[in-house]
């Protein structure tokens, strides 16, 4: 949520894992040829489908005038003439009908604005595989690690040597992208360049003799990082050890699932896990936190809902999580949604628990991490069905409140001085009123820009205008999460880490308890659990940066306190 937060970080690079859902009958596999028009600029898209035996879809997309090739579509469906697509790694989604005679697609690209783009069918075969020469002395996988200041994420560069010279993809591990492309790569004797335009980024190093490091630079939106690039001698190197992802077989029951939000036209994909035997048991619905998440909010190479409804369902929970609205495979536009619409998403979680047989309808909860935290009450401030929710690190107070105090808070653990952090504070406060306050969007447009002026590279300005000005930012900034807490009247369990800095406990846990003792609710617990960042992870400092090196996903003192308040309810 912080503007800050990712200067110097793969700002493109997300979850990539491509994704494959069932087409109709409708065949659509082939290569697609279309032009995107924005700012004045035209961008040739090349779009590849191809289709397995099963029928399953898979896609890549080609952005020609960048010389982009081979960017991986995230997930993509065909339902009723209807194409719907992802393409996590720049943050963009498509949706599009497929004409009655299947040589065009007329739809729209959305990626932080809608644009008009159709496709059709290529008239020639496109070229993108690159035919393989005899390997270079550089050819192979190389890892390094970048250090951003708040975060350090580890870089992988696949190199190979083609007919047409060395080519190169880009994993981001730590982020979950993968197979990213690299653009352009040039070597000059131990000179070597790579470009990845898409992300905005350029390395330039310096090969040693030996082989054994490529020394040098990372260029990204005005921030130059060191980067040492080390041969990967094992693939074992790329994993990070996540010791309480569980192994199948699971000793309970897993189904994929989807359900309507028919108020708002979404479908939710999504997994259930159900204890053995016919129940009836109680149920959870786990809601994530802000961003795009899948339904295990995977972050970092974390999944924590994963380790989390494991946990739960070994000790006779049901526990449904689905992919955000646009995201993995569910349907609908992440990108024009605010907190109250992923209220309404929540609500059709809850409806279809209730049609399970093997769950009871009395005793259907909520579990919501950060943003979560904050649906969570919101939903069951309105919906009798909800018989007790969980707030993991939900706030208590205003986004407008939050921001600043998060800003603070994180600085000051990566070991900046209070008296600096405290005015970057103040600084991020007259931003937020100048957003809260200033109503003619060209005012506004222009002062934020003098006011982001010198502290964002300038390509990143535009960008960081559009999510300060996005619905869900002016939503979450000014909405009062107190406002529900005071109408919840079912059981609550509100738990923060001591070392939380994104949602600072000290800040909200008491602005909790207040609200829900405001309301009369004498069933709640507001705790602070010691040693613990946001994610509940046990930390040094809480700093974000710690959050991929960490191996523990959840701390089990979190996990036993959520299981037990539960089955107490």
């Avoid at 904050?374 to 939903?379: E, G, R, S, T």
Wanted: proline letters at 6%; hydrophobic letters at 35%; a negative charge.
């Amino acid at each position: 949520m912080n503007r800050k937060l990712m200067k110097g970080v793969l700002m493109a690079a997300a979850q990539v894992v491509a994704a494959a859902c069932f087409a109709s009958a409708q065949d659509i596999a082939g290569d697609w040829q279309g032009t995107l028009s924005a700012n004045g600029a035209e961008l040739r898209l090349v779009l590849h489908i191809t289709k397995s035996d099963n029928g399953a879809l898979k896609a890549t997309l080609d952005s020609v005038d960048q010389n982009a090739n081979g960017i991986p579509v995230s997930s993509i469906s065909l339902k009723d003439s209807k194409l719907s697509l992802s393409v996590d790694a720049v943050h963009g989604s498509y949706e599009g009908k497929v004409a009655a005679d299947g040589n065009t697609i007329s739809g729209t690209w959305s990626q932080g604005q809608p644009l008009a783009l159709d496709f059709k069918r290529a008239t020639a075969p496109v070229k993108t595989e690159h035919e393989p020469a005899k390997p270079s002395d550089i050819d192979g996988t190389w890892m390094g690690s970048l250090d951003t200041g708040t975060i350090k994420l580890r870089i992988v560069l696949h190199i190979v040597n083609t007919e047409d010279g060395l080519t190169a993809t880009l994993d981001s591990p730590d982020q979950g992208a993968k197979g990213l492309p690299v653009t352009s790569v040039t070597r000059d004797g131990a000179a070597l360049k790579m470009e990845a335009k898409q992300l905005g980024g350029v390395f330039e190093g310096k090969i040693a003799a030996d082989r054994s490091l490529i020394e040098g630079t990372w260029t990204q939106g005005g921030a130059n990082l060191p980067l040492v690039l080390k041969p990967v001698k094992d693939q074992s190197e790329l994993e990070r050890k996540r010791p309480q992802n569980p192994t199948k077989p699971y000793p309970y029951r897993e189904e994929e699932v989807s359900y309507e939000n028919k108020v708002q036209n979404v479908t939710l994909a999504a997994t259930l896990t159900l204890p053995q035997g016919k129940g009836p048991f109680p149920g959870v619905l786990l809601i994530t936190g802000s961003g795009p998440q899948d339904r295990n909010e995977s972050l970092l190479g974390h999944k924590p809902f994963l380790v989390l409804s494991d946990y739960l369902t070994r000790k006779e929970i049901a526990v449904l999580r689905a992919d955000d609205r646009g995201t993995g495979k569910s349907t609908g536009n992440f990108a024009t949604a605010t907190t109250a619409d992923f209220a309404t998403d929540a609500e059709a979680g809850i409806a279809y628990l209730k049609t399970r047989s093997e769950i009871d309808p009395h005793r259907i909860g909520l579990i919501g991490h950060s943003e979560g935290g904050i649906i969570a009450p919101m939903v069951a401030a309105r919906n009798p069905d909800v018989a007790f929710i969980v707030m993991m690190a939900g706030s208590g107070v205003p986004g407008d409140q939050i921001l600043p105090a998060q800003l603070q808070a994180i600085e000051e653990a990566g070991g900046k001085s209070h008296e600096e952090a405290a005015k970057d504070a103040a600084h991020e406060r007259e931003v937020l009123t100048l957003v809260e306050t200033e109503k003619d969007e060209a005012v506004l447009e222009k002062e934020l820009r003098e006011k982001i002026s010198g502290e964002e590279p300038e390509p990143q300005i535009g960008a960081q205008i559009k999510t300060l000005t996005s619905p869900w930012f002016r939503y979450f900034l000014t909405y009062d999460p107190a406002t529900a807490l005071r109408k919840v009247t079912c059981p609550v369990l509100a738990i923060n880490g001591e070392k939380d800095t994104q949602v600072p406990p000290k800040q909200n846990l008491p602005a909790i308890r207040t609200a829900l003792e405001q309301g009369g609710n004498k069933h709640f617990e507001a705790d602070e659990l010691p040693g613990l960042n946001h994610l509940f992870q046990t930390a040094k400092t809480g700093s974000p940066a710690e959050y991929a090196q960490i191996e523990e996903t959840i701390s089990p003192v979190a996990l036993d306190r959520m299981a037990s308040w539960i089955l107490k309810q």
